[in-house]
């Protein structure tokens, strides 16, 4: 159980995660998925390069009026930018709130996945505490499939969340819990719609077990749609209507918010989905945004690794930032993406690892 003098601050923290109007940025991606992205634009894949992109997206002028928080990796949290400025001294400046990736990644169990880093977590935890992080991050992933998800699956992976979740809590951070379902597939939205119930009936049993304070944790889910390969493209209000149903039979009143990933949607998709599921006045809980690619994806290709297309790129996120951020509102409109020419791309870029 966590001590009840740490669960005010907690929730202090999570609630100004998902304050009216801000997302949050992943940009914790590991080197390798770092690497898939500057293959896009032909960019080496090198410390130098790694710290002039988060650079990139990081000290984007304005950007606190849309984004809370950051989710930074290892090597960004303790690196410094060109002016010899931590990333987290910049975000701090700004009012953003830093945050850390702790997962150590995937391994496979069959055809199905298990995320690996509880061993040692505590004590990197402590230190991301010194290196001035808030919040923490750990993304387990679910397949979709014959046979798949497993009860053992959702089990392991519902536990382990719980696991991690509970330490960041005893350590002062609030835990992002991420169960990610993969959009790879030929699935439809109703066995996606179906999944992620599993997954969220024996997450929030797992965390309720563990003594998780759900006040000061934030969720982080897919949307729910219909499988990459299916042939099928569910339009945002049914994309809407199906994540709604899942959060209602599932997600506790006590829960400080939801922010979704992207997952693979193309970057204005995402934008439509977001605005479609705020449309919703009702809900007990803030559903807003934390993308990567659907954040990432037009500026990184606006800026293509060059110093001189710094502002343009810079202008693209924030452009981005606040068609989601309005989305997060239930305000968005289409015709607002025409405030930025090439804002936005419908590519849909392949998945984290
Ligand atoms: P995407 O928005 O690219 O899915 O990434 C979000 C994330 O943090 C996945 O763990």
Not at 179 to 198: I, K, M, N, Y
Request: proline content about 3%.
């Amino acid at each position: 159980m966590v001590d009840s003098s740490k669960i005010a601050a907690l929730s202090k923290v999570a609630k100004q995660m998902v304050a009216p109007g801000k997302g949050i940025l992943a940009a914790d991606e590991s080197m390798k998925t770092v690497g898939k992205r500057f293959a896009s634009i032909e960019l080496e894949n090198n410390e130098d390069n790694r710290r002039a992109f988060r650079e990139m997206l990081l000290t984007v002028p304005g950007e606190s009026e849309y984004i809370s928080g950051v989710i930074l990796h290892d090597e960004t949290i303790r690196q410094t930018m060109a002016n010899g400025k931590t990333f987290v001294a910049a975000l701090q400046e700004a009012g953003i709130l830093p945050g850390i990736k702790v997962d150590l990644g995937l391994v496979d169990v069959g055809a199905e996945k298990l995320t690996t880093g509880l061993e040692g977590l505590d004590a990197r935890l402590k230190e991301y505490v010194a290196l001035g992080a808030t919040f923490c991050k750990w993304r387990s992933v679910i397949t979709i499939g014959e046979g798949m998800p497993s009860e053992e699956n959702i089990r392991q992976n519902a536990k382990d969340l719980a696991a991690y979740a509970l330490v960041c809590q005893e350590n002062g951070l609030v835990p992002m819990v991420e169960p990610e379902v993969l959009l790879d597939g030929t699935h439809t939205q109703e066995q996606a719609e179906t999944a992620s119930t599993r997954i969220l009936t024996a997450l929030f049993e797992e965390l309720r077990a563990a003594g998780v304070a759900l006040e000061g944790m934030i969720l982080k889910t897919s949307m729910v749609l219909p499988g990459k390969d299916s042939g099928v493209k569910a339009s945002p209000a049914e994309v809407a209507a199906a994540t709604l149903r899942v959060f209602k039979k599932c997600l506790p009143a006590e829960l400080a918010g939801e922010a979704f990933l992207s997952g693979g949607q193309g970057d204005v998709e995402a934008t439509q989905n977001l605005n479609a599921i705020d449309q919703d006045k009702d809900l007990g809980w803030p559903l807003t945004f934390s993308y990567a690619r659907a954040l990432q994806d037009a500026a990184t290709k606006t800026w293509m690794g060059r110093s001189e297309n710094l502002a343009a790129a810079q202008k693209v996120f924030l452009h981005r930032a606040k068609m989601n951020s309005l989305a997060s509102l239930g305000q968005y409109s289409s015709e607002l993406e025409l405030d930025v020419v090439a804002g936005a791309s419908e590519v849909a870029t392949a998945t984290q690892d």
